[in-house]
């Protein structure tokens, strides 16, 4: 039998690690982006360019990010700090508001993603939560790359867990919110992050985290997604995966070529799979595109078996003691919304009693992006539910 060509192998296996990637953006997109939005610009990635002169910014070490859709207008950070893992890894983190504040929340972006996917809600919640205007803020705002995404360092590859990003998102509580109330904001693998860290510290919940919202995220099963692709697709993954994942791993070279010569290809693919509208920005997908493009190919291939093994069902049961906000997009192709419908069932039987569902219409993977006044508007209603108990 004749062998495939490596080049039609890699090709394959990055197309189809696209639609593989369930949990998030995906798998192809990668860097073949890079040449076209320069992904040093979208965060703050230590070594960057620094600011053309006369261009302003208040944040140390740091490039003004001029492909985020907001442009000038997006909420600087009012420090920027760097947190020790527990491997001594250093994991980026922002934070928003006055560190006196009554109320914290800390997010925790997506997969191959970075905490740039957050900048309509940083900003607008920046400017109703975390500035005086008048009043007392009521509430910091932190953000932090979570490892090998962003401007955080990358960890050993046998670190690839999402019990390491449990134990990660502990180490920023501890570092930077060590007292207080907290909310935690999960997006996709950054909510499986919260879930897992609900298993592994149930304590927590209904004494330092008071709240928490899950945005198109799972508890589990993510291994038999179609992600709306033909059946004949989906069924040639069992073979494909592993020599994708393979080359991702072992051959990043060859894999990152191949996602520059197929550029056009996967950022068709990033919108089909992120967003549900056709009149979606062009700028908003070369934003994605830019975000991942910033995240290492063995970063991707290596937190993909964790995200698609994991089970955090009994993870729920912690989270019934709390305000709980459960948010999909109705279009979502990547995490579907029977996984959220499932969480809130999960949640209603383990006796919760405030858990709030809302489905977004008319919005993908990316509601947070696609549809951001809705996110914003959900998340501010939990921090206020927070506040009145």
Wanted: aromatic share 4%; net charge negative.
């Amino acid at each position: 039998m004749k062998q495939p060509q490596p080049r039609t192998v890699g090709l394959v296996g990055g197309l189809l690690g696209l639609a593989a990637a369930g949990t998030a953006v995906g798998v192809a997109a990668t860097r073949a982006a890079s040449s076209r939005v320069r992904a040093e610009r979208v965060g703050p990635v230590p070594g960057a360019l620094p600011l053309p002169q006369g261009e302003a910014t208040d944040r140390p070490a740091a490039v003004q990010r001029a492909d985020d859709p907001l442009g000038a207008g997006s909420r600087s950070a009012d420090r920027t700090e760097l947190v020790h893992a527990t491997d001594g890894v250093l994991l980026h983190v922002e934070e928003v508001g006055p560190e006196d504040a009554p109320l914290t929340v800390v997010f925790v972006h997506g997969y191959s993603l970075s905490m740039a996917s957050w900048t309509f809600q940083r900003r607008d919640l920046g400017r109703s939560l975390a500035t005086g205007n008048g009043h007392a803020p009521q509430a910091r705002l932190v953000f932090y790359d979570q490892r090998g995404h962003g401007a955080s360092a990358r960890g050993d590859a046998d670190r690839s867990t999402i019990d390491q990003l449990a134990d990660d998102l502990v180490s920023v509580l501890d570092a930077r919110v060590p007292r207080g109330p907290v909310v935690l904001v999960g997006h996709s693998m950054g909510g499986m992050t919260l879930l897992q860290l609900a298993a592994r510290r149930p304590e927590l919940f209904g004494t330092r985290v008071v709240g928490a919202a899950l945005v198109s995220t799972s508890a589990g099963g993510l291994d038999d997604l179609d992600l709306g692709l033909p059946g004949v697709v989906t069924r040639l993954r069992a073979a494909v995966f592993p020599v994708a994942g393979y080359v991702m791993r072992h051959r990043p070279g060859w894999a990152e070529f191949v996602r520059r010569a197929a550029a056009d290809v996967v950022s068709w693919a990033t919108k089909a799979l992120s967003f549900a509208g056709d009149d979606v920005d062009p700028r908003l997908v070369d934003y994605v595109d830019a975000m991942i493009g910033g995240t290492p190919v063995e970063v991707i291939a290596e937190f993909y078996p964790a995200l698609v093994g994991l089970d955090a069902s009994a993870a729920l049961e912690p989270l019934a003691a709390i305000p709980v906000l459960v948010l999909t997009g109705d279009a979502d192709k990547l995490i579907p919304q029977g996984h959220s419908d499932r969480i809130v069932a999960a949640l209603t039987a383990a006796g919760a009693r405030d858990v709030r569902y809302r489905v977004v219409p008319d919005s993908g993977h990316l509601v947070l992006l696609e549809h951001p006044d809705e996110v914003t508007a959900a998340i501010t209603d939990l921090v206020r539910r927070v506040a009145a108990r």
